[in-house]
């Protein structure tokens, strides 16, 4: 993956390309809350053909931090000023977990640019069938990236799936973690509130794919059902595994999206 920065709008980005192929449209992904581009590598390593787009969002990884609170209306805009740089008119776009919001997002609000849509391990938004209070609870602070002992100890119970009893998943997903600051993952959490995409969902005109892990503690699968059940043209897949079957199911993951965005590719 080649990665730089970039400054969109005013605003420091630091930009992942990974190259594929040309004849086919990229693939922008969205990525969770607190996460940086490298998390998702094991996926990006699975997945053949598109080339693929990602970027911290400001606050995370090495985008700076911003001062002021954002929107995912705000980093939608963002995201279509970035392609513009970058010189791609029209992407493909995954969303996954926190990225969901954004994904979906940015396919309502710049729908000509968006030709098809991946949901994984997401809701819709504020008003989505909540996981358990003691999970959702470790997910409102940024502990688990700082503190790769809690990590460990917590990572089964939050994520579910291969995580529940693989503790060797868990190092290897730590070892890309590259840890900004506290600010920018609570702008993440307060740029969600009160989010919803439950009142426009059925005018989201893009084929979409809603992948969802049948152990997530974290978001519940039936939130699937519900994005699947609201968006038109839309289909549900699950996975035998937690709310990180992207990283930890890498090769099912990739071969999933891979067979959908060929279905799509003319």
Request: charged residues 20%; glycine residues 10%; hydrophobic residues 40%.
């Amino acid at each position: 993956m080649q990665i730089s920065l970039h400054d969109v709008g005013g605003q420091i980005l630091r930009v992942g390309v990974r190259q594929g192929e040309q004849a086919r449209r990229p693939l922008l992904i969205f990525n969770g809350i607190g996460a940086n581009i490298e998390l998702v590598e094991p996926f990006l390593d699975a997945l053949n053909g598109p080339e693929a787009i990602i970027f911290d969002v400001p606050g995370v990884g090495g985008s700076p931090t911003p001062w002021l609170p954002y929107r995912p209306s705000t980093l939608a805009r963002l995201s279509a000023l970035l392609l513009d740089q970058l010189g791609y008119e029209q992407v493909d776009v995954l969303g996954y977990s926190w990225g969901g919001t954004l994904a979906q997002q940015f396919a309502y609000q710049q729908s000509t640019r968006c030709r098809r849509l991946i949901l994984a391990a997401t809701s819709p938004g504020h008003l989505m069938v909540p996981g358990k209070l003691t999970v959702l609870l470790k997910v409102a602070t940024p502990r688990r990236y700082k503190d790769p002992d809690y990590m460990k100890r917590i990572a089964g119970d939050v994520y579910g799936g291969l995580l529940r009893n693989s503790p060797e998943l868990v190092g290897n997903h730590l070892r890309h973690v590259r840890w900004s600051g506290d600010y920018g993952y609570y702008l993440q959490l307060l740029a969600g509130c009160g989010w919803s995409s439950l009142p426009w969902l059925r005018f989201l005109v893009q084929p979409t794919l809603v992948i969802a892990g049948t152990d997530d503690p974290f978001v519940p699968v039936v939130n699937g059902r519900i994005l699947t059940r609201m968006i038109p043209n839309a289909r549900l897949v699950t996975i035998d595994d937690g709310h990180l079957f992207l990283v930890t199911s890498a090769d099912d993951s990739a071969e999933i999206i891979s067979e959908f965005l060929g279905d799509a590719a003319n």
